[in-house]
């Protein structure tokens, strides 16, 4: 159960992905994970796999995989994404986002990292003609 955001405040999560994908071809996801148990990088890549990986035409997906109970966050870009956005983009923007958990900020900590996330995509990947829809914009939980 989640107990770090209340329902506002997912559906504030869900609609920042949605602005933050109507600028790109890019696809955002957030997970959070309730699990305690295991290696944390091990359980992201694992969602990132079934959630995201080899989802999307351009292999432009994003997953957020948050822990709050460990404040324990993973940032896992498609081959797509990872390809051209700098990984000390990835870097500062984890490091923003551990120090708004570690002050209990997590609703902030993730819209403002989906947002900015979504100005990022749309760099490398501005949409031309349609834009479906390739993923689920809702959060999901395990």
């Not at 403002?112 to 749309?122: H, M, R, Y």
């Given at each position: ?8 405040q997912m ?5 920042a ?7 790109s ?8 994970d309730?699990?305690?148990e295991?290696?944390?990088a091990e ?10 990986k080899?989802k999307?035409?351009e292999r432009?997906?994003v ?20 390809q ?30 989906v ?21 689920p ?6």
């Amino acid at each position: 159960m989640n107990t770090y955001l209340t329902e506002y405040q997912m559906a504030s999560l869900v609609e920042a992905i949605q602005t933050a994908e109507n600028n790109s071809t890019g696809e955002i996801r957030i997970h959070i994970d309730s699990n305690t148990e295991g290696n944390n990088a091990e359980i992201a890549f694992e969602v990132f796999k079934r959630l995201c990986k080899d989802k999307t035409a351009e292999r432009n997906a994003v997953l957020f995989h948050a822990n709050f109970e460990q404040q324990y966050l993973t940032i896992i870009g498609d081959e797509g994404i990872h390809q051209k956005v700098h990984q000390s983009f990835w870097n500062a923007m984890h490091d923003r986002i551990t120090r708004e958990f570690s002050a209990g900020n997590y609703h902030d900590g993730l819209r403002n990292a989906v947002l900015e996330t979504g100005l990022e995509l749309k760099k490398y990947f501005p949409i031309s003609g349609e834009n479906p829809n390739e993923l689920p914009n809702e959060i999901t939980f395990s």
